[in-house]
């Protein structure tokens, strides 16, 4: 089993940058490909970032590409999002999420795919 816990979420003005880190207990991360995902009140979760176990390979959505950053480090076990020109439309429950992955440049960006989720952090951006 693999715990996420999600933290660095908050409230930021439109420009502003927030950095959400996402810590795992129970088991190492550095085997697993990593991602976080985003749910907007009324609307359905969606894939904001990706990276793979081996840190090499990442993926973004169109809607946060040049903006945000997916990065890891498997010897503290944290993954991080470094999000820069938040938009207020980026308000939303963020959530990190853990996928085991055979291979170190595996990037996994469908929610099917993912073993294990964190309780997400709450980011309001206003404008």
């Known amino acids: 089993q693999v715990q996420l816990a999600e933290s660095g979420g908050g409230l930021a003005q439109a420009g502003g940058s927030l950095r959400l880190s996402c810590a795992a207990s129970g088991r190492t991360l550095s085997r697993y490909a990593m991602g976080w995902f985003r749910q907007a009140p009324g609307k359905e979760r969606e894939f904001v970032a990706a990276?793979?176990?081996?840190?090499?390979?990442?993926r973004y959505a169109d809607s946060v590409k040049g903006r945000f950053t997916i990065t890891r480090d498997n010897t503290k076990n944290t993954v991080y999002l470094q999000m820069n020109s938040l938009k207020p439309e980026d308000t939303a429950v963020y959530y990190c999420?853990?996928?085991?992955?055979?291979?170190?440049?595996?990037?996994?960006?469908?929610?099917?795919?993912?073993?294990?989720w964190g309780q997400g952090t709450q980011v309001t951006v206003s404008s």
């Open positions: 990276i793979s176990w081996g840190g090499v390979s990442t």
């Open positions: 999420a853990a996928a085991e992955s055979r291979y170190s440049g595996t990037v996994i960006y469908t929610q099917i795919d993912y073993d294990y």
